[in-house]
C-alpha cells in the first residue's frame, strides 16, 4: 500500500497572499490531481498532471498554479487568496492501471 | 447546474437498517460511476464502482446503476455506525481517468 501527504494540515493566509500547498505520494503513480472540496458542493478539479513536469488545466484553475518537478509530488500555488476564503484542497493520484483515485486527508484553508 | 446530484442530502437511519442513497449524473455516456465514502478529516476512499447497466454486489453493498434514466444508487445493508460519513457520487474515467465529477454528498449518520 502507500499513502498521500498533505502539508499543512491547516493554513491560515491573509487576502492578496500567494498561498503554497504540498503533497506527496508514494505509491509511484504517474498521474496527481488537485481538487477543491467547498462545503455543500462537489470536489471541482483544479490542476492535474500525467507525468514530471506535465500540467493540465481542471475546471476550476484560475487563480491558481501547479507544479510537478518530481514524480512523487504535486504542489498548487493559490495565487491570491480571497477574503473570507474557506475550502479544503485535496489532492489525489492514480495510476498501475487503475482507475481508482486515491486521497490524502486534505489541507484546509482559511483566509482572514 | 451539478453535473451530479444526489439526494438526500442527509440520511439518519437506526443501526441494522438498510440505508439507501441516490445519484442522478449527466453523461449515458461515462465510463463508470463510483462511490467515495469520506469521514470528517479525511480524504475520500474508494468503495464501488459499476460500469454496466444493472448491479454489483460487494459485502453489505448493492449499487444499481441504469443508463438509460442516467441514475445510480447505492443500498448498505445492515447499516452501522461506522458507516456514518458523507457518501460521494463520481461519474467518468476512462482517458478522462481522474478527471470525476462529483456530487456534493449525503451525509449518513446511523445511530446505535
Known amino acids: 500500500g502507500g499513502i498521500i501527504t498533505q502539508t499543512p494540515k491547516f493554513l491560515i493566509g491573509q487576502e492578496g497572499q500567494k498561498l503554497t500547498l504540498k503533497c506527496q505520494q508514494n505509491f509511484n503513480h504517474d498521474t496527481m490531481y488537485w481538487y477543491r472540496q467547498d462545503s455543500g458542493k462537489g470536489l471541482r478539479l483544479i490542476y492535474y498532471s500525467i507525468t514530471e513536469n506535465d500540467l493540465q488545466k481542471g475546471d476550476l484553475s484560475e487563480g491558481y498554479d501547479a507544479s510537478r518537478e518530481k514524480k512523487s509530488s504535486f504542489s498548487l500555488t493559490v495565487t491570491s487568496a480571497q477574503k473570507n476564503e474557506m475550502a479544503v484542497f485535496l489532492c489525489?493520484?492514480?495510476?498501475?492501471?487503475?482507475?481508482?483515485?486515491?486521497f490524502g486527508a486534505g489541507t484546509r484553508l482559511s483566509v482572514l | 447546474q451539478e453535473k451530479v446530484q444526489q439526494s438526500p442530502e442527509s440520511l439518519i437511519v437506526p443501526e441494522g437498517a438498510m440505508s439507501s442513497l441516490n445519484c442522478t449524473f449527466s453523461?449515458?455516456?461515462?465510463?463508470s460511476i463510483w462511490w467515495y465514502q469520506q469521514h470528517p478529516g479525511k480524504g475520500p476512499e474508494a468503495l464501488i464502482?459499476?460500469?454496466?447497466?444493472g448491479n454489483k454486489k460487494e459485502g453489505r453493498l448493492t449499487v444499481y446503476l441504469n443508463r438509460a434514466s442516467l441514475h445510480v444508487s447505492l443500498h448498505i445493508r445492515d447499516s452501522q455506525p461506522s458507516d456514518s460519513a458523507v457518501y460521494l457520487c463520481a461519474e467518468g474515467g476512462g482517458s478522462a481517468l481522474g478527471r470525476l465529477h462529483f456530487g456534493a454528498g449525503t451525509q449518513l449518520i446511523v445511530i446505535p
Open positions: 464502482s459499476i460500469f454496466s447497466n
Open positions: 489525489a493520484s492514480t495510476g498501475g492501471g487503475q482507475n481508482t483515485l486515491y
Open positions: 453523461n449515458s455516456a461515462s465510463q
